[in-house]
């Protein structure tokens, strides 16, 4: 009940930058992909191909090639732009409120007020990308419009870039309680979300782009629940 | 002795090199209005934080119901209501919902009709939305919250900081509905002394991170007091007299300040120093709180109980 109630708040503060993140990714990537079909039947040629037995290309790649090269980027901006958000509302926004008194004093551990923050955030991650990217790689699935129909490969790509803006919010939400001047160490999470990002694009291979955003989110997470635990407020 | 329910021994916190906290052995009994008192940045918010675990003290302990401060339980957070300094509440929150939310850390002790009574007598709507309402609002609304699961202890940070008198009142009545439950302990930084007079009990004075007192309100006013003696010839150069705080001299007239100077005391001393007249010039809080933590002459002279 303790935790529910503290998940409802959270999610409810989620939602206004989750909706935002939702209806651009849906605005601008399904313009993108209805005029890649348009574009495809007015020059009659397919659009973009990609040969689906040749899968082995970078992660970024995915931005650049294949049939949801058109929505991919809009994937990616709506994923980090809800990360930075949303760790932003959740660490630093209370900072500058001063509500964190308000907030802690509850009869519940410290670490489930952390989980709640964490776990509606990656909700608000697993239904942007989950049912919209699923929507684009079904529409580009369908053979009278899409000369190449998209990898199944891609469908996971595009979850492994909503799971690099994840990455991106516990790098803010890292940033957001650390104490130090802005200058010096506090960006460190942020900048180490970065290389974990680069690192994941850089993957030629499924299995080790999720076992780099896996340890990504380990040490970002290991690191938060410590800082969380014992920080000053 | 009554059990204490509050308890700090040597809390002492260092903001750098500045010292915030030093060294604060404070004790408050159950069933006591504790008055915590101490001009701005006299290190109140910093102790009350370190008191509630949410700051981590240099030195030093504090235990609430018998447990660190450090590592309080759910189940000790659960008698303890807090109103934080400046009353930040969620804002977007209307003031029905965040009465829902705060339910839902005091099962089997929220009292909604205690809530909705609260709310109603301060004028509120239980649609208003916590961003709209002004800081007076607020606070009643922060009292609200704190009382309604009626904790054992309540703890308020500068309650009534920015309040015009009529809120001020209105919120010390809602203070008082928590006093009328028997054995409810109350702990309030302020530093509006006509407040602190009107519902404390006890009071604890800290000035500059140091606690300068601890004792009945009863106490504290007996044992301040100020003396005016007017001369016709020459002025005394030394003033020997136990328990002198504070000496401000003009052309012919001497004003002391004492602590836990008894009467005959000042009888002798006006024989020996033969002043024209002198008389005991009465006080209230305010006052003499203004000159015990005058900034000079910083000595405890008053052995607390």
Redesign the interface.
């Known amino acids: 009940?303790?935790f529910?109630?503290l998940l409802r708040?959270e999610l409810?503060?989620c939602l206004p930058w989750f909706l935002a993140a939702f209806v651009f990714l849906l605005l601008f990537g399904s313009i993108s992909l209805y005029s890649a079909s348009v574009l495809r039947e007015e020059l009659g040629y397919p659009y973009m191909s990609l040969d689906p037995d040749v899968p082995q290309t970078p992660v970024y790649q995915l931005t650049r090639t294949g049939t949801l090269s058109g929505p991919a980027p809009y994937l990616f901006l709506s994923a980090i732009g809800l990360g930075l958000c949303l760790g932003i509302r959740q660490f630093w926004y209370s900072h500058f409120?001063?509500?964190?008194?308000?907030?802690?004093?509850?009869?519940?551990?410290r670490s489930a007020i952390l989980f709640s923050k964490v776990i509606s955030a990656l909700l608000a991650f697993i239904f942007l990308a989950g049912p919209l990217w699923y929507i684009f790689y079904w529409y580009a699935g369908h053979r009278e419009l899409f000369m190449v129909s998209p990898p199944s490969r891609h469908l996971i790509e595009g979850w492994i870039v909503a799971a690099v803006g994840f990455i991106v919010y516990l790098g803010t939400v890292k940033a957001g309680l650390s104490d130090a001047r802005w200058y010096t160490t506090k960006m460190f999470g942020l900048g180490f979300s970065v290389f974990i990002i680069v690192v994941v694009f850089n993957q030629y291979k499924i299995g080790w782009t999720i076992a780099a955003i896996i340890a990504g989110i380990f040490i970002l997470m290991i690191d938060i629940m410590d800082t969380f635990e014992?920080k000053?407020? | 002795m009554s059990e204490i329910v509050l308890e700090t021994e040597g809390l002492t916190k260092y903001y750098g090199r500045t010292l915030a906290v030093d060294h604060l052995d404070l004790k408050v009994p159950k069933g006591c209005i504790c008055g915590f008192l101490g001009r701005n940045a006299a290190g109140k918010t910093t102790a009350i934080k370190m008191m509630l675990g949410f700051l981590e003290p240099t030195v030093g302990s504090g235990a609430i119901f018998g447990c660190s401060s450090q590592n309080l339980t759910p189940a000790v957070r659960q008698r303890i209501g807090y109103v934080t300094e400046g009353h930040k509440l969620f804002g977007w929150m209307s003031i029905g919902r965040i009465g829902k939310f705060q339910r839902a850390f005091f099962p089997g002790q929220w009292d909604d009709k205690f809530f909705a009574d609260m709310i109603e007598y301060f004028g509120l709507s239980k649609k208003q939305k916590v961003k709209s309402l002004s800081i007076g609002q607020r606070a009643q609304v922060s009292l609200a919250l704190a009382l309604a699961p009626n904790p054992e202890l309540l703890i308020m940070d500068d309650p009534t900081q920015g309040l015009d008198a009529a809120i001020r009142r209105q919120f010390l009545e809602g203070m008082i509905q928590l006093i009328m439950r028997q054995g409810r302990t109350v702990l309030f930084s302020s530093h509006i002394l006509g407040d602190v007079e009107r519902v404390a009990d006890r009071i604890a004075v800290i000035d500059k991170g140091v606690l300068r007192a601890s004792c009945s309100l009863e106490q504290f006013q007996k044992a301040v007091k100020k003396v005016r003696a007017s001369f016709i010839g020459e002025m005394p150069a030394d003033i020997d007299i136990e328990g002198l705080l504070h000496c401000r001299r003009s052309e012919k007239e001497l004003e002391l300040v004492l602590v836990g100077t008894d009467e005959e005391k000042i009888q002798r001393w006006a024989n020996i120093s033969k002043p024209q007249k002198y008389e005991i010039v009465s006080m209230n809080l305010e006052d003499q709180f203004i000159e015990y933590t005058a900034p000079v002459n910083h000595k405890d002279l008053f052995e607390w109980e």
């Open positions: 009940m303790r529910s109630a708040k409810r503060e409120t001063r509500v964190w008194g308000f907030e802690l004093h509850r009869s519940v551990n014992s000053e407020f």
